[in-house]
């Protein structure tokens, strides 16, 4: 606990550990808005708390590292960042607070009972709506291309959602499995010559970190791009529909920092997230040759790019 909520030696800061998959822009976004939260309500990083920042560099045996690093450094809090780092989290540390961001609940990654130590925010990502946004604007695709890495959990789980959101749509998801982000231009050009009609990245680490390879492809071929995260049309993306992540993440900082003040762990529930945004981007749009309609244009939160 810290100076103004708890006593503590003055020469001890409240030391928090924040480990993330790997570093991407999205993650970053979620990480930033931890961060900003707990700046809101007066807790800096170097005044009155220590934040201790690791990267697992894409390796689930990383993040066991980094987390069993974080326990033997009697870190007071620990913030996951990414559904995988939850996932350690959830087997590994026991007495330590938890707080999640940018991640499903546990139990959508298949934990069945939540550990004591741990809360956070979740995406119940629905993906209904999201597959009508591709039919409104898309109105002819048949096939959606899908590149996903299946040793990711928080994968596994988003593409289980696309499967029943297409039910009774007449649409069909081509799927192709990715390992590493080097591998990501050679199968998102295998899902064209599959005849896809438009690209789906949805909630995957290894793709993201690898966009640009998409968006090359994409514009190549003339397929869109469609994401669950919508600050991928800042990377190329023609449009995104989702939680913000760093609305995510700001919403997790304020669960952080009420376990700073001193509020215990199990007594702050898992957060659901609802706000989601649609952003679009129009260069993205020409470039991967389609258009929007201004209905969809008018709904957009945020629109960039030129015609």
């Not at 979740?122 to 597959?131: A, G, H």
């Not at 946004?133 to 959606?144: M, Q, Y």
């Not at 988003?158 to 590493?180: D, F, H």
């Not at 957060?271 to 709904?299: V, W």
Request: aromatic share 6%; hydrophobic share 40%; net charge neutral.
């Amino acid at each position: 606990m810290i100076s103004g909520c708890t006593k503590q030696k003055k020469e001890e800061l409240y030391k928090i550990g924040i480990v993330q998959i790997v570093q991407t822009p999205l993650l970053d976004m979620a990480r930033e808005g931890v961060i900003d939260a707990m700046k809101e309500a007066g807790f800096i990083d170097g005044k009155n708390i220590k934040i201790v920042y690791r990267n697992a560099q894409g390796e689930i045996l990383n993040i066991n590292l980094i987390l069993q690093e974080f326990v033997q450094e009697k870190v007071d809090l620990i913030i996951t960042n990414s559904s995988p780092c939850l996932v350690s989290a959830c087997n590994f540390v026991k007495d330590i607070p938890v707080v999640s961001t940018a991640a499903f609940h546990p139990q959508q990654l298949g934990i069945k009972e939540i550990p004591k130590n741990v809360t956070g925010t979740y995406d119940p990502f629905d993906m209904n709506d999201f597959i009508d946004l591709i039919k409104e604007i898309s109105p002819d695709a048949k096939k959606i291309g899908v590149p996903w890495n299946p040793s990711e959990s928080n994968s596994r789980f988003g593409v289980g959602r696309l499967r029943e959101a297409i039910k009774g749509k007449n649409i069909e998801i081509v799927e192709t499995s990715v390992n590493s982000s080097s591998e990501v231009y050679t199968v998102v050009q295998m899902l064209v010559t599959k005849g896809i009609d438009v690209f789906v990245v949805a909630t995957d680490n290894t793709v993201t970190s690898a966009f640009e390879s998409v968006v090359k492809v994409a514009e190549e071929e003339k397929v869109p791009i469609f994401t669950t995260e919508p600050a991928n049309v800042y990377k190329g993306a023609c449009a995104g529909l989702g939680i913000d992540l760093y609305d995510g993440g700001f919403a997790s900082g304020r669960l952080a920092v009420r376990i700073i003040k001193g509020e215990k762990v199990q007594d702050i529930p898992y957060q659901l997230l609802t706000k989601k945004r649609l952003y679009l981007n129009l260069s993205a749009a020409k470039a991967q040759g389609i258009e929007f309609s201004e209905e969809i244009l008018k709904r957009a939160d945020k629109v960039i790019g030129d015609k």
